[in-house]
């Protein structure tokens, strides 16, 4: 159960199982909820290409207002 692994290494800051769990909301095509456990693990490699990915979706929003 994903969910029960994301609590049990959010608690120790197991940066380890965070970007793990991360990988898996990824695949899930759950992007905030895996930019978040990137962010909590310290994983700069994995969390960069979410936000670039925010960015864009934010500057296409603005673009159409």
């Known amino acids: 159960n994903i ?7 959010t608690t120790p800051g197991y ?19 895996a930019l978040k456990q990137y ?3 310290r994983n700069k490699t994995k969390a960069e290409p ?3 990915r ?3 979706v ?3 929003l603005l673009q159409n207002i």
């Open 3 to 9: 969910e029960g692994e994301r609590r049990i290494c």
């Open 15 to 33: 940066s380890d199982g965070l970007t793990r769990v991360g990988a898996v909301y990824e695949q899930q095509n759950r992007g905030l909820d």
């Open 39 to 41: 962010v909590l693990a």
């Open 50 to 52: 979410l936000y670039e």
């Open 54 to 56: 925010a960015a864009t």
């Open 58 to 60: 934010i500057s296409a």
